[in-house]
DNA sequence: ACCGAGTACGAAAGCGCTTCCGAAAGCGCT
DNA sequence: AGCGCTTTCGGAAGCGCTTTCGTACTCGGT
């Protein structure tokens, strides 16, 4: 009698059917060299029993590793939690499992991260969140994981163009330039952009977007105040005080994520600035609250939950000769946070 | 030479000692029966090759595995994220890796999920999300996770009582009932319930305190309309509807969790119905967004984050012969969404 | 009827580690 | 010196699986 199970081993099973080890594991996972009716039996016979493999042992034996490793700057944060749960949910369909960490946007922690999945033995690596814009910090990173890669892991990033694995990149720069032009559009003149740390590509690429649809109309993009704090609801708080006191005559502010953009409603809130008849705010990414701030917020939605499936799906694919790159989309939504330019 | 990174066995750094395997593997995981000049000696080359064990010949060799399998209902829900971000901090301190998976609040799949976190062999298995009132469904997975914690796995679940295992319990029952006494307080007296579905422990916990809130202040609660819908945003957008059309004399929305309240709000925004003015809103858990709503909302918090790490410390700790629990306690955050009954 | 090619299966060799067991060496004691 | 005891270490047996290799068997072609 075989033990339940844990315990239960794919020797046990293969007594059952009558057949050999060796048969046992072709007919599992699907090798041929068995006939069909032998396999039909053999997978018959584990299903009754419940037999689940041993992943140690099967990994070990060389079979490849059957868990995905996903690198997220921070699961609370309701971008990093999206794309956790679009990698998760697909995951799950494919029967994978998904070792997850932080790496707090510290790149050194973040190599550490990696160092450690790597060492693990995951199969499949999918780093999540901005670049460095410092090339030597990026390099570190960019030289463990294509030797991972060149060891036959899989690799797949989302949003970093730096690197030359199989990339989901959101619109950063094309979203950038479609909050400015919807801003321009609405009248604005005097436009404040509520920026992330400059070490980040995310913030660098949509700042580009931003500046170039100034540049398209006719405004100088160097005349428009930049703030650069931290990429957090905070930083947007900090940032909106530095502007209502350097920058009085601004009409409208650009966040350049929904958590900063929060942080700048709050702050308008307190200084009872009304938003958008004084103010209009824009932010990115559209994370689910954004609708339900008051008011709603106007931003660039991104398609977090697919962009979490689509990073998966890419490193479940063969590597390809060439990286693969996969541009997200993105779309303008207007809410109730911007609104036409206040006449000065 | 022996190969870089992985690749790098035991055995080539026992070589490069001087010493045996069975020394080597000893020294490193810390056993006695190796004097420390030896030990020292392994360690300090095995630093110097840059040596990680391989973790599949680790654990299938009867080492315990050093992954924690995290069970949430779903990881882009705030009220999860936080949670997991919990876990996963206090993992990353301990050098663990997170295996997380989704249960989509279906017990069948949460159920099947634990089964494979078990056949993973993980050595710390952490269930976080409502229990469910169906005596049936829970004994099921009470009787797997059982047969786990006797074969010597490590269990702490996070809001279910009715297991037998280490518990992280939230104020569920007290905080209904501090939500209860505010609004009464306030001299609302038609309070309605927008709750999850009844399948729920934490909707019926909630509900409970609630309901001893208005017998302690000599009102019946039977007599208080109970909306039963699903206990997400959209939930709340449907029992609002209700009502309004059922229960117009209602001037105040006890909503048993934030995600609902949420819903509540946006449904009332629509009917140009004021807040807090004609209807106060409360929700329930403090998710990080709560404060930013307009009106911000007033609410119960629950330390989200920290009742991950607690989850987890209570797993890293050895079995005890009673399953340790742990309340979280509970705080009354009052925001704007509050505020005294309209006259009828 | 015979041979080469193909197919279906079993025996056994590992994968890299932990751990049981036994050998060797060092110790205090009679 | 000789005895048992402890300490330190190496040999070797697995953990449960995949995979190579070899064997027996079938089949179409001559």
Same mark, same amino acid.
């Given at each position: ?167 989901? %990149? #959101?619109?950063?720069?094309? /979203?950038?330039? !479609? +909050?400015?032009?919807? &801003?321009?559009?609405?009248?604005? $003149? ?111 939605? %991104? #398609?977090?939950?697919?962009? /979490?499936?689509? !990073? +998966?799906?890419?490193? &479940?694919?063969?590597?390809?000769? $060439? ?22």
């Amino acid at each position: 009698m075989p033990k339940p199970g844990p315990g239960l081993r794919l020797i046990d099973v293969a007594q059952r059917a009558g057949v050999s080890l060796a048969t046992a594991s072709r007919a599992l996972s699907g090798r041929d060299g068995v006939s069909e009716e032998v396999a039909d039996r053999v997978r018959q016979v584990s299903l009754e029993m419940g037999y689940v493999a041993n992943p140690y042992a099967r990994t070990l034996a060389g079979g490849a590793s059957s868990t995905v490793g996903l690198v997220v700057h921070q699961v609370d944060d309701p971008y990093f939690s999206e794309i956790a749960g679009g990698v998760i949910q697909l995951a799950g369909e494919q029967s994978l499992l998904v070792q997850i960490c932080h790496s707090g946007r510290d790149p050194a922690h973040e190599l550490r991260q990696i160092r450690s999945l790597i060492a693990q033995r995951v199969g499949i690596i999918i780093v999540a969140g901005s670049g460095y814009s410092d090339p030597q910090v990026e390099s570190q990173s960019r030289s463990v994981l294509e030797g991972y890669e060149r060891d036959g892991g899989r690799l797949a990033v989302i949003g970093r163009h730096s690197l030359s694995a199989d990339a989901v %990149l #959101p619109d950063n720069e094309a /979203g950038g330039f !479609a +909050l400015g032009e919807h &801003l321009i559009g609405l009248g604005h $003149r005097h436009i404040a952009v509520v920026a992330g740390t400059a070490a980040l590509t995310t913030v660098t690429d949509r700042m580009a977007g931003v500046a170039a649809a100034m540049r398209a109309h006719g405004l100088d993009p160097a005349a428009m105040p930049v703030l650069h704090t931290d990429f957090i609801r905070e930083g947007g708080r900090v940032a909106t005080e530095q502007i209502l006191r350097d920058h009085p005559s601004t009409t409208a502010i650009i966040a350049l994520n929904d958590a900063m953009a929060m942080g700048v409603l709050s702050s308008l809130r307190e200084h009872h600035i009304p938003v958008p008849s004084r103010m209009s705010v824009v932010g990115f990414d559209d994370v689910s609250v954004a609708a339900d701030l008051a008011p709603s917020l106007t931003t660039i939605r %991104l #398609p977090m939950t697919d962009m /979490g499936r689509m !990073a +998966l799906d890419l490193a &479940l694919k063969p590597r390809a000769a $060439r990286p693969r790159r996969r541009r997200t989309g993105h779309q303008l939504i207007v809410r109730d946070s911007t609104g036409p330019a206040a006449a000065l």
